[in-house]
């Protein structure tokens, strides 16, 4: 698993989750094979490896804003809704030349230009509707794809069994830094050795700043049925990564096996390491998001149900913050007479 490199196509991932995962890691130059062609999902992974992908999901800002943008119309309108890139230019046309009635209509982004993402860069969605007086409403909304920045780590481990020269070093010193990884009693951290689902557990709370929390968590039980067979001193990450983690979407961090089994000691697949990667860039964040755009006379405007002022032209623009787990609602209401 290097940082910033990519290679050819992965060909021996089974499953549609999985595959997903390691195309999109690949692409992001998260992971790479062992083989040409071949990453070797049932395989172990290495602690060091771990780590590093550990640290690169952290470092990663690939999350893609999910937009909604509810519009209610007074009366009867052709709607248009674009989104365009920072030179002005129509890459998605969510709604096009489209009649609705009165009433509640709500459209989608997905961060999508056709079957890719979107480049990152600064974007705009403008919904304009035109009403049977022939007047014009126009919303405008800023979204921002900020670009993956590499990561730079620095330093070296206090790890006896890591050389300075070793690929991982700088990003195990970091790690340790952070307050991620620890060794072992014999000052050792072992990095070729594989990691432990129960271990991976643990990086991945800590990754999370959810440490203070696992500790409120040490005494509940999360239902796994080899519950017994998780050390003590994992429990409390184990019930903090399979119920209180989520992604955007609502995944937990962490899962059990199909059977109900945690299987903490288990050595952790290179798929499996994948999806967790996964998981941590798509983990909920914080995201600053700017409304813009002008009313006619009589229209109101909402945004995530909050009433919005326009100034004596009914421009308005509004900027607040938002977890990426909720959708951003517009919502544009024409009282006037129909």
């Given at each position: 698993?290097?940082?910033?490199k990519?290679?050819?196509?992965?060909?021996?991932?089974?499953?549609?989750?999985?595959?997903?995962?390691?195309?999109?890691?690949?692409?992001?130059g998260v992971?790479?094979g062992?083989?040409?062609?071949?990453f070797?999902?049932?395989?172990?992974?290495?602690r060091a490896?771990?780590?590093?992908?550990?640290?690169?999901?952290?470092n990663?800002?690939?999350?893609?804003?999910?937009?909604?943008?509810?519009?209610?119309l007074?009366?009867?309108?052709?709607?248009n809704l674009?989104?365009?890139?920072?030179?002005?230019?129509?890459v998605?046309?969510?709604?096009?030349?489209?009649?609705?009635?009165?009433?509640?209509h709500?459209?989608?982004?997905?961060?999508?230009v056709?079957?890719?993402?979107?480049?990152?860069?600064?974007?705009?969605?403008?919904?304009?509707?035109?009403?049977?007086r022939?007047?014009?409403?126009?919303?405008?909304?800023?979204?921002n794809?900020?670009?993956?920045?590499?990561?730079?780590?620095?330093g070296?481990?206090?790890?006896?069994?890591?050389?300075?020269?070793?690929?991982?070093?700088?990003?195990?010193?970091s790690?340790?830094?952070?307050?991620?990884?620890f060794g072992?009693?014999?000052?050792?951290f072992r990095?070729?050795?594989?990691?432990?689902?129960?271990e991976?557990?643990?990086?991945?709370?800590?990754?999370?700043?959810?440490?203070?929390?696992?500790?409120e968590?040490?005494?509940?039980?999360?239902?796994?049925?080899?519950?017994?067979?998780?050390?003590?001193?994992?429990?409390?990450y184990?019930?903090?990564?399979?119920?209180?983690?989520?992604?955007?979407?609502?995944?937990?961090?962490?899962?059990g096996?199909p059977?109900?089994?945690?299987?903490?000691?288990?050595?952790?697949?290179?798929?499996e390491?994948?999806?967790?990667?996964q998981?941590?860039?798509?983990?909920?964040?914080?995201?600053?998001?700017?409304?813009?755009g002008a009313?006619?006379p009589?229209?109101?405007v909402?945004?995530?149900s909050?009433?919005?002022?326009?100034?004596?032209?009914?421009?308005?623009a509004?900027?607040?913050?938002?977890?990426?787990?909720v959708?951003?609602?517009?919502?544009?209401?024409?009282?006037r007479?129909r």
């Amino acid at each position: 698993f290097l940082a910033g490199k990519s290679g050819p196509v992965l060909v021996d991932v089974k499953g549609i989750e999985p595959q997903s995962a390691v195309d999109r890691l690949q692409n992001l130059g998260v992971v790479t094979g062992r083989a040409r062609g071949m990453f070797y999902p049932a395989a172990s992974t290495q602690r060091a490896e771990y780590a590093v992908m550990t640290l690169n999901g952290l470092n990663l800002r690939d999350l893609r804003d999910i937009t909604q943008i509810k519009f209610v119309l007074g009366r009867r309108s052709t709607v248009n809704l674009t989104v365009q890139n920072s030179a002005g230019k129509s890459v998605v046309n969510l709604i096009r030349n489209t009649t609705f009635d009165p009433g509640e209509h709500t459209a989608i982004w997905n961060g999508r230009v056709g079957t890719t993402f979107a480049t990152p860069g600064r974007y705009t969605y403008v919904c304009t509707a035109k009403d049977s007086r022939g007047e014009t409403t126009t919303l405008k909304g800023v979204l921002n794809i900020v670009p993956q920045t590499p990561l730079n780590p620095s330093g070296v481990p206090s790890f006896v069994d890591v050389k300075p020269s070793d690929w991982f070093s700088r990003y195990l010193a970091s790690g340790e830094k952070q307050g991620l990884l620890f060794g072992f009693p014999d000052k050792t951290f072992r990095p070729r050795t594989p990691i432990s689902r129960i271990e991976a557990t643990a990086i991945v709370v800590r990754a999370l700043g959810l440490e203070d929390l696992a500790k409120e968590w040490d005494d509940k039980e999360v239902g796994f049925l080899d519950y017994q067979n998780i050390p003590k001193w994992g429990k409390k990450y184990v019930n903090v990564a399979t119920v209180v983690a989520k992604t955007t979407s609502g995944k937990s961090m962490m899962r059990g096996k199909p059977n109900n089994f945690f299987e903490p000691e288990k050595e952790l697949r290179r798929d499996e390491a994948a999806l967790i990667v996964q998981r941590l860039i798509d983990r909920e964040t914080t995201r600053r998001i700017t409304v813009s755009g002008a009313m006619v006379p009589g229209a109101t405007v909402t945004i995530n149900s909050r009433a919005v002022e326009a100034d004596s032209q009914g421009q308005f623009a509004f900027s607040f913050d938002s977890n990426t787990s909720v959708p951003t609602t517009v919502a544009v209401i024409d009282a006037r007479d129909r």
